[in-house]
């Protein structure tokens, strides 16, 4: 059973720096991307950033300059360093991945999400 685990969420002053990190475990994987994803109080779920098995990524206007998203395929392992974070930043934060996992003697493709971990920015 594949599972993501999400660590790294807090509180933090303004102007402070928090790193995400999600693992995706359970059997032989393989990346193809993963991402972040945030979802503040009474606002619908948005994409943050996210990035391909080979390094391409994208991120949300919003944190483009603050925020770097990177992966580690060895370890089917996200990372999103967030620095400058801002009172908007407040969400819960979460981790998605899109790969391919073995079941038997075949693969299948599927779409996972973490359980989210709370960020807070506030003084």
């Known amino acids: 059973q594949v599972q993501l685990v999400e660590s790294g969420g807090g509180l933090v002053q303004p102007g402070g720096s928090l790193r995400l990190s999600c693992a995706a475990s359970?059997?032989?994987?393989?990346?193809?991307?993963m991402g972040w994803y945030r979802q503040a109080p009474g606002k619908q779920r948005e994409l943050v950033a996210d990035?391909?098995?080979?390094?391409?990524?994208k991120y949300a206007d919003s944190v483009k300059g603050r925020f770097t998203i990177s992966v580690d395929n060895a370890k089917n392992t996200v990372y999103l360093q967030m620095n400058s974070l801002k009172p908007e930043d407040t969400a819960i934060y979460y981790c998605n991945a899109d790969l391919y996992y073995s079941r038997g003697s075949y693969y299948r493709r599927d779409d996972f999400w973490g359980q989210g971990t709370q960020v807070t920015v506030s003084s």
């Open positions: 990035i391909t098995r080979g390094g391409s990524s």
């Open positions: 359970g059997g032989s994987l393989s990346i193809i991307a």
